[in-house]
């Protein structure tokens, strides 16, 4: 079982629309817990990080929140743009270096 | 300033060729990692290395070497290709590796055993 499991698989929403993005993770303890950006046929950006005493990081029109006690972050995206339709990894770094990948959301924004 | 660069950008390979994945980068980092991703799952690491002449395995290490001479390259090998090593191949860079540090990713290379 992945320690770091995302939902939904896929979305599909209208522009302009908001939409969030889950991600529960197991690993502990940890460092700090990142959100990721994938475009088709490109490699992994980074969005927002937060250390496990952070709550919320904003990043434009991207929101990420934290819980540390129930091991939950979301990824909140406002007023969405047909260039946000990609892959979003959430990503736990661990005490000891070691990073953890969820398989990703695969976000579709149509016009 | 380039960033992580990947080389191939696409791959054939027959099973049992081996071959070269190149990764270079130009920001003067001193962590690199190499990682696989497939459908469904979360990228998974290889080979890393925390600075020339060191390196290490991660979680799917068999069927690849890595080699680390100069702090820029950091080549992956695939020493005797098999069909369960198709995949998307991604180099990345850290300052550190540390984890609190920005990772920049390449662009990635498509691999296809045949």
């Known amino acids: ?111 | 300033n380039a960033g992580v660069t990947q080389t191939p950008k696409f791959q054939v390979l027959k099973t049992g060729q081996s071959m070269t994945l190149q990764c270079a980068q130009d920001m003067n980092h001193e962590y690199m990692s190499w990682y696989r991703q497939d459908p469904g799952m979360g990228l998974r690491l290889i080979h890393y290395s925390v600075g020339a002449g060191i390196t290490d395995q991660g979680e799917v290490p068999n069927g690849y070497n890595v080699s680390r001479s100069t702090t820029e390259d950091f080549p992956l090998r695939l020493l005797s290709a098999a069909p369960s090593q198709t995949s998307v191949y991604f180099c990345a860079s850290s300052y550190s590796g540390t984890g609190a540090d920005e990772q920049y990713f390449g662009p990635g290379t498509r691999l296809t055993v045949t």
């Open chain 1, 1 to 111: 079982k992945n320690q770091v499991e995302q939902s939904p698989q896929s979305l599909i929403i209208l522009e302009g629309k908001n939409c969030t993005l889950q991600c529960n993770y197991t690993v502990s303890p940890f460092s700090n817990l990142r959100w990721y950006k994938q475009d088709t046929g490109r490699g992994p950006v980074s969005l927002t990080i937060m250390t496990f005493s952070e709550n919320t990081k904003s990043n434009g029109r991207y929101t990420a929140t934290l819980d540390a006690d129930t091991k939950q972050s979301s990824l909140h995206i406002t007023a969405s743009q047909l260039s946000d339709s990609a892959s979003y990894i959430c990503v736990v770094s661990l005490n000891n270096n070691d990073m953890r990948f969820g398989a990703g959301t695969r976000l579709t924004v149509k016009p």
